[in-house]
C-alpha cells in the first residue's frame, strides 16, 4: 500500500506560480514506485495527464504546460514536485498526485485545488 499526501494548491492570479507537493508513505515506497504524476480535473472535464517522472528520470508533459510547468522528484523517491508558473485561468483544476509500482497498481491522491483567478 502506498499513502499520497498532497499540499500546496491555492488562489494565485493569472501569471503567478504555485508548487505542488506530494508525499508518498508506505512499506518499502522508495523501492516501490516505478512512476510519479500529476494529473488534474476541471470542472465537466475528465481527469487528464499533466505530467509524470519516471524511475530513469525521463519526464513527460502535456502539451498544454509544457514550458511553465516543471515536474521532480526527491533522490529518495517519497516526494513529487509540480512547479507551475506562468499559471492561466484554464489551468483551474482539482490536480491529483499518482504513483505507479513496479506491480503495476496505481494509488491517487486526494486532490488539491488549484484556481488561477484572470
Known amino acids: 500500500q502506498v499513502q499520497l499526501v498532497e499540499s500546496g494548491g491555492g488562489l494565485v492570479q493569472a501569471g503567478g506560480s504555485l508548487r505542488l507537493s506530494c508525499a508518498a508513505s508506505?512499506?518499502?515506497?522508495?523501492?516501490?514506485?516505478?512512476?510519479m504524476g500529476w494529473y488534474r480535473q476541471a470542472p465537466g472535464k475528465q481527469r487528464e495527464l499533466v505530467a509524470t517522472?519516471?524511475?530513469?528520470?525521463?519526464?513527460v508533459y502535456a502539451d498544454s504546460v509544457e514550458g511553465r510547468f516543471t515536474i521532480s522528484r526527491d533522490n529518495a523517491w517519497n516526494t513529487v514536485y509540480l512547479q507551475m508558473n506562468s499559471l492561466k485561468p484554464e489551468d483551474t483544476a482539482v490536480y491529483y498526485c499518482?504513483?505507479?509500482?513496479?506491480?503495476?497498481?496505481?494509488?491517487w491522491g486526494q486532490g488539491t485545488q488549484v484556481t488561477v483567478s484572470s
Open positions: 499518482n504513483v505507479q509500482t513496479f506491480a503495476s497498481r496505481d494509488y
Open positions: 517522472i519516471g524511475r530513469g528520470g525521463s519526464t
Open positions: 508506505g512499506r518499502s515506497v522508495s523501492i516501490t514506485i516505478r512512476a
